[in-house]
């Protein structure tokens, strides 16, 4: 059928599989009566009463627990059961913690966007008024120099000299 490149059989020519440490670990999914646990305590899956202190050890059997495994029918043990229970409300609570969390966030968020919005508004109103009270101011003005008899470009250039005036006395 089909051959083995020789590049890759020789990938490993230089490996020694005597040199390689033996694990002592029993398999523990070869334990009789439906009893076993991994022997390391950090397993990755925490439904296994006993793993990180929590469940309960059957008496007089050391450190036998009930597996995380359905039985022959598909049915979980009511201590494996009870176990995913009380890991899922955990994490249940800890959602809700975060939620309220974000909650909290979005709410402080939404009175921080209020307020300015309505800053922006107040201010909005406030550049209005001015705008309107210069409009008047120059209306004013102009109508003063008219009275006058002087035209307003006259006067612009009066205002400008003296700004000038001003304006030099106070740099030099």
Do not use: C
């Not at 899956?45 to 627990?65: D, V």
């Amino acid at each position: 059928f089909h051959q083995r490149d020789n590049n890759r059989s020789s990938l490993f020519s230089g490996y020694d599989q005597r040199s390689r440490p033996t694990s002592t670990s029993p398999n523990p999914y070869t334990a009789s009566n439906g009893y076993s646990i991994p022997s390391s305590s950090n397993s990755t899956f925490a439904a296994y009463p006993g793993n990180g202190g929590i469940g309960t050890e059957r008496a007089g059997s050391g450190a036998s627990f009930r597996s995380a495994t359905p039985d022959k029918r598909g049915a979980y043990s009511d201590a494996v059961l009870s176990e995913l229970e009380s890991q899922n409300d955990e994490q249940v609570s800890e959602m809700s913690k975060k939620v309220g969390m974000l909650k909290d966030l979005t709410l402080r968020i939404g009175d921080e966007i209020r307020d300015s919005t309505a800053l922006a508004e107040k201010m909005n109103d406030q550049f209005s008024n001015t705008s309107n009270k210069l409009k008047g101011t120059m209306n004013r003005m102009l109508r003063m120099a008219q009275s006058t008899g002087v035209g307003w470009k006259v006067w612009l250039i009066f205002f400008a000299f003296v700004t000038a005036l001003f304006w030099y006395v106070w740099l030099f």
